[in-house]
């Protein structure tokens, strides 16, 4: 379980190299990755997109990466997920905010691979609470029919199973911004790692690939979330981190009670957790007022 430095078009103050080193770069690690790995075992890489710099395009290194995982490596795309990070902001500015010819890029990609097509997994573990529509729909009966897409819903389908499958879409915001690691860095004068992802995004894939007792590597740990994760799941763990002063403020999260330690600020009980977002349209009211700019938004426009 592990979150790569993602690929830059300026460097950060830890290992990131360019996009285009990115795939180069990777390969060693993915060599020792498929070493180390048990055959039912899952390799699960969170990385982020970039933008080519100077450019609204986005770089494709995250997508060569999971071709080069699976046609050089051998690895078996088991399934793409999406993780949605509402709390992002919209950068960079002069796309998004500025000549607003882009949106917001509030998703990483999460690339579950495994060594064999059958890794061990079960979507019993992560189960979620019911939409609101689902359970009316459970309330007032399922008349079983055909759609109109030729899937036949069945009577199983409304059937009460006291929780639903999630989709392949996590959304979790990554606002941390009172937890114990961070103020033991403070304490301690350490530098906090800039680039943490929350907790619920490790255990999710922690509590449906793993049993009690497995072992999980994180080899690019950063602040060691993994680490802290696996405590209070009774997984085994290693976590490798090439900086040492995030070594340092890392072992703040083990000393004390993990229990809970550095969950996202929300309350898993908390009804906002569940993310909704706005059906495209609802402001679309059939007037576009300033038309497109034929350039692309090349040049930044004058009149806004
Ligand atoms: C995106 S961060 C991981 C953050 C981590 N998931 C967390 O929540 O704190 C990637 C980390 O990989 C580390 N790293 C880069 N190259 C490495 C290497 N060759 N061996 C081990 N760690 C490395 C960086 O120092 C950085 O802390």
Known sequence: MTSPPFALVRKKDYGNVEAAEYIEWFKPFASAFKRVLKD?????????????????????????????????FGFHLAQDFYWWNPSKLPTPAEWVTVRRVRVKDAINTVWWLSKTPWPKASNRRVLQPYSDSMKELLVKGYRAKKRPSGHDISKKF???????????????????????YLRYCEEKGLKPHPARFPADLPEYFIRMLTDTGDLVVDPFA?????????????????????????????????????QGASRSTSKPDDPSNSYKIPRPGLFWNGTEDIPLSEDGGQKRSTSQ
């Open 40 to 72: 039912r075992g899952s390799l699960v890489i969170d990385i982020g997109g970039v933008w080519n710099r100077g450019y609204p395009t986005r770089n494709l290194y995250h997508f060569k990466l999971l071709i080069m995982l699976c046609e050089e």
């Open 222 to 258: 950063g602040s060691c979330v993994t680490g802290e994760v696996c405590e209070r799941l009774s997984r085994h763990w290693t976590c490798i981190e090439l900086i040492e002063e995030y070594c340092e403020a890392a072992l703040g999260r083990f000393k004390r009670d993990p």
């Open 158 to 180: 409304s059937v009460d199973n006291g929780a639903a499958i999630p989709p392949n879409l996590i959304a979790t915001p990554n606002t941390e911004s009172n937890s114990f």
